[in-house]
């Protein structure tokens, strides 16, 4: 697949990182800037991404290959987008969906005549060796993989019970990295509440150091990116429920994300502020 013109959508943090991987590898990257803000641009273009100036539909009718790194409730309606602009290539979801979700995904593509290959990253910008893990999943993932080859990115093909194994193995791992931060801040939210956080942070700073440093990162993280991580949490607890396994825990999580969005500002304090829920504008 030396030279595969490949479609981006969309060139967010993670999205550019991925887009720049490709290009690096001597690929043409296109994506279509029609409605994306100044920041997206300067993402796109600083990861050597080409613009698409006549939308979707030139976007599809030049690519060879798409790759979807969009926010998790956007990923069916992408797909639904592709699919009616007459893609016929190979469809990529790197989204973090369930694998439910991830079928329906490929439903909607393959019945637009589109290959469904699955995917799954996990790391974060920026584009260095090591940083970004790209599970694929699907029979024509080691095509895919290839794109990668030689460059930041480590794409691997994996198995497992279905086709959608990649984005089961990025539902299992952030369901305990970002199912844990929003746990920790629960924690620490609820001592604050009840007059203990001094207590809680002594003794953590006895039997669990660095938890308070981490809450402080992670409210941090949450006030920036809990828009997005409130339907992440929903995905990972529907996968958890069709594994037969309680979902409570992440159902949670994204209710913890979904406050911490209305903080006033990206600290810990202003996170804390929110979380039970009595200074929340839940009409936001």
């Known amino acids: 697949m030396d030279g595969t013109t490949v479609g ?20 043409e990257v296109l994506w279509v800037p029609d409605g994306r803000s100044a920041a997206s641009a300067a993402r796109a273009g600083a990861a050597g991404l080409a613009p698409v100036d006549d939308g979707m539909a030139g976007l599809v009718r030049r690519a060879d290959v798409i790759v979807s790194v969009a926010p998790p409730h956007a990923a069916l309606d992408v797909a639904r987008q592709v699919a009616r602009a007459g ?16 079928r329906e995904v490929a439903s909607v593509v393959e019945a637009g005549r589109a290959s469904y290959v699955d995917g799954g990253i996990i790391g974060t910008p920026p584009v260095a060796p090591g940083f970004i893990r790209l599970y694929l999943s699907g029979t024509r993932a080691g095509e895919v993989r290839e794109l990668f080859a030689g460059g930041a990115a480590d794409a691997r093909v994996i198995g497992g019970n279905d086709f959608t194994a990649a984005s ?9 990295t ?10 620490r939210a609820l001592a604050r509440a009840e007059g203990v956080e001094e207590a809680l942070l002594a003794e953590w700073g006895i039997s669990q150091p660095g938890l308070a440093e981490r809450s402080a990162r992670s409210a941090v993280a949450a006030a920036a990116k809990g828009w997005r991580w409130v339907a992440e949490m929903e ?15 992440h159902l949670a999580a994204a ?7 209305h903080a006033a500002a990206p600290t810990l304090d202003d996170v804390l502020a929110v979380l039970d829920g009595r200074t929340t504008d839940r009409s936001a």
Not at 168 to 176: E, F, I, N
Not at 178 to 187: E, F, Q, T, V
């Open 168 to 176: 089961a193995v990025k539902m299992a791992y952030a369901s305990w």
């Open 87 to 102: 893609f016929d290539g190979v469809y990529v979801d790197a989204n973090a969906i369930s694998p439910a979700t991830a």
């Open 235 to 249: 995905e990972i607890a529907a996968t958890m429920a069709g594994a037969g396994l309680p979902d409570g825990f």
């Open 8 to 27: 981006l959508l969309h060139p967010g943090e993670m999205g550019a990182a991925v887009g720049q991987c490709l290009a690096s590898a001597g690929h």
């Open 178 to 187: 970002k199912g844990s931060a929003a746990l920790l801040l629960a924690a």
């Open 255 to 261: 209710e913890i994300y979904r406050r911490s969005r």
